[in-house]
């Protein structure tokens, strides 16, 4: 029997948010209403976004800092405004913890490279452990990767449950007094999975380690208080959550940023420079060498103020009540195997699943000729399909202007799927 979808509980009044999203407007292949379910690749952007990008050029235009003219001096403005939106946004205790990058995987290589060049206490080198999880992108394994053979550290890893979790169960014999940093995700991109950050963290402070969180999949789908989580670091990007691609956030603690060196090095970055050294300018922009993303850490800043708008608990909650909704009608699908946790508890709103032996690329092309997106692969997240001996997956991901309509179009295309081929 099929769940209904009338009186779903949170949800939010998606025929409003979709009227600001032109893209959705869209058809595709001969007139079919485009269902986008592919938003733990990249969201949507507003009108309001893309509003505030045309205005930036057309009205504001020019280089930040340092010049005098009217143009350099609002572009200023706007560009440290969006800095003190991002540090709200995440509650942040100070503005000059919030570093703009072009994405996540920059913000989680500068940590990498902060720490190999860094001095004591802070320094990884062949005595030391590295610790990351076997459900990380490879974002949050490769910088990983990098350091160790750079530096000859130890990496280690958290492993996996048959059911989608985080095997704990060796946690101490994994975070030893060796372990200088911790790097995990808080929610993972092809399992869905929300990881318990508490009695990660507790242990790594135990040792004495730091942590790193990666939390793309965090930011955009609920609130995001980084003096809670009690992380050193926590990463995300600005294009999964209704903002412009080209601008990342890595926060990081004020005492941390002020003892830890640059990675880049050039403009902005410098406090003095003679040809014989350089001494450096305070965080955040000690982090930031060369003329920034400018335009995109204002588009970033006006997809907070819509995101602000509507309330990332009421997002949470819409999220939550489509994806347990999804759960059950994809149970409804003969030979669909759901790779991660089978509830809507403690997960996030992206669904990795096989169909039969309908290899991922062939579901994904049959769907897409039905206006449907999905991602198919192993979502850059390959050790994840490795661990359960899959080739990849198909996913479907889901945002604040996601319906259970569309859902019901992912099962009916499923069951096109399934009769195409046979």
């Not at 949050?140 to 492993?159: D, E, H, M, S, Y």
């Not at 995001?224 to 989580?229: H, M």
């Not at 588009?299 to 759960?327: Q, R």
């Amino acid at each position: 029997m099929t769940p209904t979808r009338q009186g779903l509980p949170g949800l939010l009044d998606t025929e409003a948010i979709r009227k600001d999203f032109p893209i959705l407007d869209r058809q595709v292949h001969d007139g079919r209403k485009l269902v986008y379910l592919d938003n733990a690749a990249t969201s949507q952007k507003p009108r309001q976004v893309l509003d505030a990008l045309s205005e930036y050029y057309e009205r504001y235009n020019a280089n930040v800092h340092r010049g005098v003219h009217v143009l350099a001096e609002e572009a200023t403005a706007l560009y440290e405004g969006a800095r003190d939106k991002v540090a709200e946004f995440v509650n942040a205790p100070s503005r000059n913890e919030v570093i703009f990058t072009k994405n996540a995987s920059e913000s989680l290589n500068l940590v990498a490279n902060m720490l190999g060049w860094a001095d004591e206490p802070y320094r990884v080198d062949s005595d030391t452990e590295i610790v990351i999880t076997e459900m990380e992108h490879h974002s949050n394994i490769v910088p990983w990767q990098l350091l160790a053979q750079r530096t000859g550290a130890k990496l280690k890893w958290f492993g996996l449950t048959d059911d989608g979790r985080l095997d704990l169960s060796n946690i101490d014999e994994v975070i030893t007094e060796k372990t200088k940093i911790v790097s995990f995700v808080l929610v993972s991109n092809i399992l869905g999975t929300v990881n318990p950050v508490e009695s990660i963290v507790r242990r790594a402070q135990e040792v004495g380690a730091l942590v790193c969180i990666d939390a793309s999949q965090a930011a955009p789908h609920m609130p995001l208080d980084v003096q809670a989580l009690q992380a050193d670091f926590v990463a995300f990007t600005g294009h999964k959550m209704c903002g412009p691609t080209g601008i990342g956030v890595l926060w990081g603690r004020q005492e941390l940023l002020e003892d830890l060196p640059p990675f880049l090095g050039g403009g902005e970055m410098i406090e003095t420079v003679s040809m014989h050294s350089s001494t450096y300018a305070p965080a955040p922009h000690k982090f930031e060498a060369g003329t920034p993303p400018i335009a995109q850490a204002v588009g970033l800043g006006a997809a907070i103020d819509y995101l602000n708008s509507i309330g990332m608990d009421k997002i949470l909650a819409h999220e939550h009540a489509l994806t347990e909704y999804a759960v059950k009608r994809l149970a409804e699908v003969p030979d669909l195997r759901i790779i991660g946790p089978t509830t809507a508890e403690d997960r996030g709103a992206a669904i990795s699943f096989t169909l039969g032996d309908i290899h991922p690329h062939d579901v994904g092309q049959v769907l897409d000729e039905q206006g449907i997106a999905v991602r198919v692969g192993h979502h850059c997240a390959r050790p994840v399909c490795l661990r359960y001996g899959i080739p990849a997956t198909t996913r479907a991901s889901f945002y604040l202007y996601s319906t259970p309509a569309e859902i019901d179009a992912l099962v009916d295309g499923l069951e096109h799927v399934r009769n195409f081929f046979g």
